[in-house]
């Protein structure tokens, strides 16, 4: 099983939908929990830090749910420039900042 | 100010040599981390550099691949002997702590 596992997609939706991707870990002892995106042929960018109690930036959610090992990220009112590919993120155990990524989740918002 | 930047931004090499990539991370960042992706795939963790201590060289994938971070700034990944599953874009990314925050815009290597 991987480490680390996302739906690869692609989720094609119309602007201003509201869009959830999911990921799951397999390491019950993973202390940290991030969301990245990254563009066609671009380097990945930090999105946002997933704390325990959920946590919003603007449009953005990003939900823990530990007793399920998995970790979700909701887009509200899509736009256009969404359209990326979505990374999620897990630090190993122990400290040694091994951060773990996904292979990510394609999203296409569509006009 | 700059962003962290890798040089260089292509290679094309043949079966066989040796390559150096380089990276210059954000003045003042302790944390350095080289990735590699290969084409739709994920990151792949390589290497982790944080300020002196023992880097983490668990994900280099074979004795091929070496990587130095010289007085904590520049960091250079060589790889001997390249064989063409190498072929992939290699990321480096530096923050002050915790995950890697700013990358650079990787060195897409090819082994002929």
């Known amino acids: 099983r991987k480490e680390v596992e996302q739906d690869p997609g692609p989720f094609n939706v119309p602007e201003g939908a509201t869009v959830a991707f999911n990921c799951t870990y397999s390491n019950s002892a993973s202390q940290s929990f991030f969301w990245y995106r990254q563009d066609c042929r671009k380097e990945p960018k930090l999105l946002m830090s997933?704390?325990?109690s959920g946590n919003e930036d603007g449009r953005f959610t990003a939900q823990l749910n530990r007793a399920s090992q998995y970790i979700s990220l909701l887009i509200r009112d899509s736009k256009l420039s969404d359209s990326a590919t979505y990374l999620c993120?897990?630090?190993?155990?122990?400290?040694?900042?091994?951060?773990?990524f996904g292979t990510g989740t394609r999203l296409k918002v569509l006009a | 100010g700059a962003g962290v930047s890798q040089s260089p931004s292509n290679k094309v090499t043949e079966k066989g040599k040796d390559v150096e990539l380089r990276c210059d991370p954000i003045s003042g960042h302790t944390a350095l981390y080289w990735y590699r992706q290969s084409l739709g795939q994920g990151l792949e963790f390589l290497i982790y550099f944080q300020g002196n201590s023992a880097p983490d060289k668990s994900g280099l994938p074979s004795d091929r691949f070496s990587a130095e971070r010289t007085g904590g700034s520049v960091s250079t990944l060589t790889i001997q002997r390249t064989q063409q599953e190498d072929s992939a874009v290699y990321l480096c990314a530096s923050s002050l702590e915790g995950p890697p925050q700013y990358f650079g815009p990787g060195t897409r290597l090819t082994v002929t």
């Open positions: 997933v704390y325990s």
């Open positions: 993120v897990v630090s190993n155990q122990g400290g040694t900042y091994k951060y773990i």
